[in-house]
């Protein structure tokens, strides 16, 4: 938590206005949804729901960017990004070196598009921690992506993949979001961690980013065989309502497979149950987002 109190002066109980932030215009080009794929646990299916909504998303007609914020790269790899082709990452648009249309390489997926990460990210943090725009690195750097040039696509989604910790990656991830959505893998610690996610998000929403709601919460890694399986989606659901998404990812080896070949699964192998349920949870992803908009509209 002292992260994101450093980040964002919370204890003068304001919001810290984005130093920069266009007043809306009706002529100005339709932003991107942002959704921050985020869980400060490790290793729940963060990467993997953000490579593999992504590409369901794009498969069902949007237009995707995926943006690695993870220092590890893992959302990188597993779209067959190799070391030498990211060039400019992640990093150079949070330290604000180049913009972020400059970062974007295209993937295998139509309609699917990725800014990589490297190593030096894990450097962020030391290098700006002091500087008073810390937390908006990320939405200043998003601010102007759908003012396309001519024969630039303009995002319908981005998702960002978060690393496993409440750093100011993290943080800047949620100032930059519209949405979070958490990934809870189906095991016995499921919700542990989660109240002080909700909390942190609770504190980004009052202090850098009031608009920041929780999407939804998709449980993962769903084991039938496994009785364990079915309480914590039951003990979730009760915690969490109508928040947790009705479909259920399945753990499914073709999924965890899937990444080794530099693919999402629903290239690798379309008709598995993995690939199923990402495009289950996409048409989910989109009706939400219905709701969403017709909500904000009355
Ligand atoms: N539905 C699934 N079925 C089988 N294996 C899965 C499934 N989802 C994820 N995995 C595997 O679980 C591991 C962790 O998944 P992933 O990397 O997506 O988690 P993460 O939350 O991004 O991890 P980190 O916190 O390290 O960034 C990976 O080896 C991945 O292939
Ligand atoms: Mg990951």
Avoid: W
């Amino acid at each position: 938590m002292a992260d994101i109190e450093k980040a964002a002066d919370v204890n003068s109980g304001e919001v810290v206005p984005f130093p920069g932030e266009p007043k809306p215009d009706a002529a100005a080009p339709t932003p991107a949804r942002v959704l921050a794929v985020a869980n400060q646990k490790g290793g729940v299916g963060k990467t993997t729901t953000a490579i593999n909504l992504g590409t369901a998303l794009a498969a069902i007609g949007e237009r995707v960017l995926i943006i690695d914020l993870d220092p590890q790269g893992n959302a990188s790899t597993g779209l067959g990004i190799d070391q030498k082709s990211r060039q400019i990452s992640t990093y150079d648009l949070i330290t604000g070196e180049r913009p972020l249309r400059e970062a974007i390489l295209a993937t295998a997926v139509p309609h699917l598009h990725i800014a990589p990460s490297t190593m030096d990210l894990s450097g962020f943090e030391l290098e700006v921690g002091h500087s008073r725009d810390r937390a908006y690195r990320l939405r200043a750097a998003l601010g102007k992506l759908n003012e396309v040039a001519p024969g630039q696509v303009a995002y319908t989604y981005v998702l960002i993949d978060c690393p496993p910790s409440l750093n100011l990656l993290t943080i800047n991830a949620m100032a930059a979001a519209n949405a979070i959505l958490v990934p809870l893998q189906c095991e016995f610690f499921a919700l542990e961690g989660l109240s002080q996610l909700l909390k942190t998000v609770e504190q980004v929403k009052q202090t850098l980013n009031p608009e920041l709601a929780i999407h939804g919460i998709v449980l993962t890694m769903f084991d039938a065989r496994n009785n364990l399986s079915g309480q914590v989606v039951a003990d979730v659901r009760a915690f969490m309502g109508a928040k947790v998404y009705d479909t259920i990812i399945p753990r499914n080896v073709r999924v965890s497979e899937a990444p080794s070949y530099g693919k999402p699964v629903l290239v690798y192998d379309l008709k598995c149950v993995g690939s199923e349920a990402y495009l289950r949870l996409a048409t989910e992803i989109i009706q939400r987002e219905k709701q969403f908009r017709e909500r904000r509209a009355s």
